[in-house]
């Protein structure tokens, strides 16, 4: 079975930092990776999505990379800012649409 | 762009009682609909498949007389939590299927269920 593990668990920062948020997964028979941010109470935004073929994708401030042999992920986000603030999780396939959650880094930028 | 819409998004209700949460797609027609369940701190687990026209499919260990599914038409799905305990309180999100051959891309905006 397929396990994901984000770390850290919780992440609090001055705006203006660039930041970078880890994920791993144990079996490196994925066929992507996506990023997602939750807000409080709130679901899930789509915010990057990785095909095995790519190393990393980028939007905005935000930069995907993707080693699959090693079973690692990284969401590096540049300049950070108080709207940044939410829990960051990241997902991998388990069938068509259906995904394994990791548990998620909560980010707090202050300002 | 496509939408998904989650309903009610918090219901407290008394143990024993059950409780029904609509999951809709707005502005396009979703074959397939998932729910998941997250409790505090952890993550989304997977619950169910809810096939448009035919029965949903049941992750392990998740009980199908419990959590019943319903996806009577290709815009809603429903998941009715029956006789529920507090145990059963927990942050309930759905995700729809596009059917582009790419992952959804969007999920309700989750329910939060308060059991007491």
């Known amino acids: 079975k397929q396990e994901v593990t984000q770390i850290p668990a919780a992440l609090s920062v001055p705006e203006g930092e660039n930041l970078v948020l880890n994920c791993s997964f144990t079996?490196?028979?994925?066929?992507?990776l996506q990023w997602f941010r939750q807000d409080p109470g709130k679901g899930l935004t789509s915010l990057l999505l990785i095909q095995s073929s790519q190393r990393e994708q980028t939007s905005g401030r935000l930069n995907a990379s993707l080693d699959k042999s090693s079973g690692r992920s990284t969401l590096y986000i540049a300049a950070s800012q108080p709207g940044d603030s939410a829990t960051y999780l990241c997902a991998v396939p388990r069938g068509f649409n259906k995904f394994y959650f990791g548990s998620g880094t909560k980010l707090n930028v202050k300002p | 762009g496509a939408v998904v819409s989650q309903h009610p998004s918090w219901v407290i209700c008394k143990s024993g009682t059950s409780v029904k949460i609509e999951c809709r797609s707005l502005?396009?027609?979703?074959?397939?609909m998932f729910w998941y369940r997250q409790f505090p701190k952890q993550s989304l687990m997977l619950m169910a498949t809810s096939n448009e026209g035919s029965k949903a499919t049941y992750e392990q260990g998740v009980e199908k007389d419990k959590f019943l599914i319903n996806h009577a038409s290709l815009t809603l799905s429903t998941l009715t939590v029956t006789s529920a305990h507090p145990e059963d309180s927990s942050f309930y999100i759905c995700s729809a299927d596009l059917g582009t051959g790419v992952s959804p891309l969007h999920f309700g905006n989750g329910t939060r269920l308060t059991v007491t």
């Open positions: 079996d490196s028979a994925i066929y992507n």
């Open positions: 502005d396009f027609q979703a074959t397939t």
